[in-house]
């Protein structure tokens, strides 16, 4: 029987209660789960350092030598041990902060020990803390090796299941089983892999760190070459069977508009995408296209000019996006750039009264609505639309896969769909969770604009930050500033909006202010964002439902409180709110003096960078790729079991063209020397669909 199909219980001592812990925790059902379950890290014994070779950069370090005396140091609670412990090349320093009274009992000098720890320098010196002693005469040489380390989680741990468990568990598998080969030998061959078998057993038990990498690379290029066979020949699939409506001319909708409301030239990435959808429109198959063009860059007119196009081939276009605020806002602005062209807009969302909601939903259905504007009320089954062509979703990361693909049932044949971010997405993530999407994308922002001045500021500094921002106010700027959350629990303590609110209410009393939260009514929101849009209030203060979308171009300076709380990809979303004139803008970015490594990482790449791509290949780096916006509901992440989407670029793209070569040859994989890869992809699609299911 294939260990896929033996669960988890068959084995020697994995009870129901365990397996059920397995299966809820790590997701661990099938005896196959198990050996893809992989270390974290390794622990590296092979081998036996020399003192005098020790250089400050390996960390785990492996002794063989003698405790030559101990020595009491420090005061009170700072009181320590140490020793010196000597192996005939040199000295080297050991300490217990803690627990230390019956160690020079149980350690005797001038014996010899292997001595195991971590690297560090403690006053300058390289010291190993809280080392890791055995008798020399006591050490079994099977410790002498490379060591796994496995994620197991608190209530593992409760049934004791922990690293050396799964250990032992993973021991149990192996002994009994050999791995059966999911590669042709002529791919295996081609690409210098070792086989399935010899890298799982290397991947937990390594031979040699040589193998271990060979083992990382084999077990990578499989998951990525298995990722990219799935995604791809979905695409090849739905390309020939998804036929799309025709959009044969460019009419005087698009003309008119273009002739005389345009109210400024299109950039020439603006141009180049209009040409891409122009041509994806004209084709007879659905379009699924993506749109990444950094904030500011001028989406909204894409999005506009394109769905014009389907109103001129007698179509209604629709888009939805994913807050109140803002489908408000673009209602207003479509409405305002399409006067005069008598064209029919409407607006729909959770707050749209019920007789104006009848209305809407009956004018739709009978084809008076041309433009639909919403959010994401529109996949609801009530919205009926009488010819609908086009459907652009603003922000798309903010929507999950699912929702995307409910649009597509709202016409006979599916309309075409164009997806749009400012959260621009790495180019191997791109590939992995939008494989089946066409990308364009917009890569400069409108003639004029100059970079975000962006500034780092600690708090006890502000009082000179709010000097400087009076003098802005006095001659006319607009403000933002932003708190990341609305009040204060007796949790966290951090500023807050409500409290920001009074406290530049006084710092400002000669100006107005607005605030806006996500706990407000909608009716409030727009009222308050209303009043920052006429000027009759100079301040906004808010949490981060500014994030998405906003465009207030007077709006020339936005201060961000707590800064260190807030992600990579909000921040400069957030910065985007401003920067949207010819104005020179400028972003401050408040924290406390003390930082943690990370944020203070992340405050050092927003402040350096402005661009959106480094900025997202950045955040990648630093978060690694489940946590990006978008791709928390992507079945294909969750997948991953080895390969790191920012470090494995190089094999990801090797792998994809190995599948597009594959496809290309042979569409549904249908001949023999494919075998393989289908019932290894067909395997892998139930447990994507399964794993979907969960997270849905
Ligand atoms: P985003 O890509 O972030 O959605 P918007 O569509 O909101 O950006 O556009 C940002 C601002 O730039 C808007 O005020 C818009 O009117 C303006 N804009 C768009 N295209 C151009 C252009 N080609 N030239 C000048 N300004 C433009
Ligand atoms: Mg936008």
């Given at each position: ?43 590296d014994r092979s081998k036996i350092f020399k003192i005098s070779d020790i250089k400050n950069k390996t960390t785990y370090i492996q002794l063989k030598g003698k405790i030559l005396h101990y020595k009491y140091e420090g005061k009170g609670n700072s009181k320590r041990l140490t020793a010196i412990f000597n192996d005939n090349t040199g000295n080297i320093k050991l300490i217990w902060f803690k627990k230390f009274s019956h160690i020079p009992y149980l350690y005797k000098i001038g014996i010899e020990y292997i001595l195991f720890g971590k690297q560090n320098l403690f006053k300058k010196q390289i010291t190993i803390i809280h080392p890791k002693l055995e008798l020399k005469n006591k050490f079994h040489e099977k410790k002498l090796g490379i060591h796994g380390q496995y994620n197991t989680t608190e209530k593992m741990k409760k049934v004791t299941l922990h690293s050396h468990a799964i250990k032992q568990i993973i021991i149990q598998i192996l002994d009994s089983t050999k791995i059966q080969e999911t590669l042709n030998n002529e791919i295996i061959n081609d690409y210098n892999l070792i086989n399935l078998d010899e890298a799982i057993r290397n991947i937990h038990f390594p031979k040699s760190n040589d193998l271990l990498e060979k083992a990382k690379y084999r077990l990578k290029f499989e998951e990525l070459f298995y990722l990219q066979l799935n995604i791809l020949s979905v695409t090849k699939n739905r390309e020939k069977h998804l036929s ?453």
């Amino acid at each position: 029987m294939e260990i896929n199909h033996i669960k988890i219980t068959h084995l020697h001592g994995i009870g129901s209660q365990k397996a059920e812990i397995l299966r809820r925790e790590i997701n661990v059902i099938s005896l196959k789960d198990m050996i893809y379950y992989f270390p974290y890290k390794y622990i590296d014994r092979s081998k036996i350092f020399k003192i005098s070779d020790i250089k400050n950069k390996t960390t785990y370090i492996q002794l063989k030598g003698k405790i030559l005396h101990y020595k009491y140091e420090g005061k009170g609670n700072s009181k320590r041990l140490t020793a010196i412990f000597n192996d005939n090349t040199g000295n080297i320093k050991l300490i217990w902060f803690k627990k230390f009274s019956h160690i020079p009992y149980l350690y005797k000098i001038g014996i010899e020990y292997i001595l195991f720890g971590k690297q560090n320098l403690f006053k300058k010196q390289i010291t190993i803390i809280h080392p890791k002693l055995e008798l020399k005469n006591k050490f079994h040489e099977k410790k002498l090796g490379i060591h796994g380390q496995y994620n197991t989680t608190e209530k593992m741990k409760k049934v004791t299941l922990h690293s050396h468990a799964i250990k032992q568990i993973i021991i149990q598998i192996l002994d009994s089983t050999k791995i059966q080969e999911t590669l042709n030998n002529e791919i295996i061959n081609d690409y210098n892999l070792i086989n399935l078998d010899e890298a799982i057993r290397n991947i937990h038990f390594p031979k040699s760190n040589d193998l271990l990498e060979k083992a990382k690379y084999r077990l990578k290029f499989e998951e990525l070459f298995y990722l990219q066979l799935n995604i791809l020949s979905v695409t090849k699939n739905r390309e020939k069977h998804l036929s799309g409506f025709f959009f044969k001319r460019v009419g005087n909708y698009f003309n008119n508009f273009y002739k005389k409301n345009l109210p400024f030239e299109l950039t020439n990435a603006q141009k180049k995408v209009i040409r891409e959808i122009r041509h994806d429109t004209n084709k007879g198959k659905q379009m699924n296209r993506l749109l990444q063009g950094d904030v500011g860059s001028g989406k909204t007119l894409v999005a506009l000019l394109s769905i014009l196009l389907a109103i001129d081939n007698g179509f209604q276009g629709s888009i939805m996006v994913p807050t109140e605020i803002l489908a408000l806002q673009h209602y207003e602005s479509i409405s305002h750039l399409v006067k005069n062209l008598n064209i029919k807009v409407a607006l729909l969302t959770g707050s749209t009264k019920r007789k104006n909601r009848e209305e809407i939903l009956q004018k739709l259905k009978n084809g008076e609505i041309q433009i639909l504007i919403g959010t994401h009320t529109l996949i609801e089954d009530k919205v009926k639309f009488d010819n609908l062509g086009l459907v652009v979703i603003d922000e798309q990361h903010r929507f999950g896969v699912i929702q995307r693909s409910k649009l597509w049932d709202k016409n006979k044949i599916s309309p075409h769909i164009l997806v749009m971010t400012a959260t621009p997405i790495p180019r191997t993530l791109a590939m992995t969770i939008y494989g089946d999407l066409n990308i364009s994308i917009i890569d400069e922002l409108p003639y004029g604009r100059k970079p975000v001045k962006t500034f780092h500021i600690y708090e006890k500094k502000k009082h000179e930050l709010y000097n400087f921002i009076r003098k802005q106010l006095q001659i006319g700027k607009q403000i933002y500033i932003v708190y990341p959350i609305i009040e204060n629990s007796e949790k966290i303590d951090l500023n807050n909006v409500k409290e920001g609110f009074n406290t530049i209410k006084n710092i400002f009393p000669e100006y107005n202010i607005c605030m806006i939260h996500g706990k407000m009514k909608q009716e409030e929101k727009n009222t308050e964002i209303k009043k920052f849009i006429s000027g009759s209030t100079q301040i906004m203060v808010a949490t981060s439902v500014i994030e998405v979308g906003i465009n207030i171009p007077n709006a020339s300076i936005i201060i961000i409180e707590n800064a260190d709380r807030f992600g990579l990809s909000q921040l400069h979303q957030l910065r985007g709110r401003v920067g949207r004139s010819s104005e020179q803008s400028l972003c401050f970015l408040v924290t406390p003096s003390k930082l943690s490594n990370n944020a203070y990482k992340r405050l050092n790449v927003i402040t350096k960078i402005n661009n959106g791509f480094v900025i997202a290949e950045e955040d990648l780096k630093l978060r690694g790729s489940g946590s990006i916006d978008g791709t928390k509901q992507s079945g294909y992440i969750l997948h991953m079991k080895i390969a790191n989407l920012s470090q494995d670029e190089q094999i990801l793209i090797r792998a994809r063209n190995l599948a597009i070569k594959i496809l290309n040859s042979d569409p549904t994989l249908e001949n023999p020397q494919n075998i393989l890869l289908k019932q290894q992809l067909d395997q892998q699609n139930l447990k994507y669909q399964t794993e979907l299911a969960r997270i849905s």
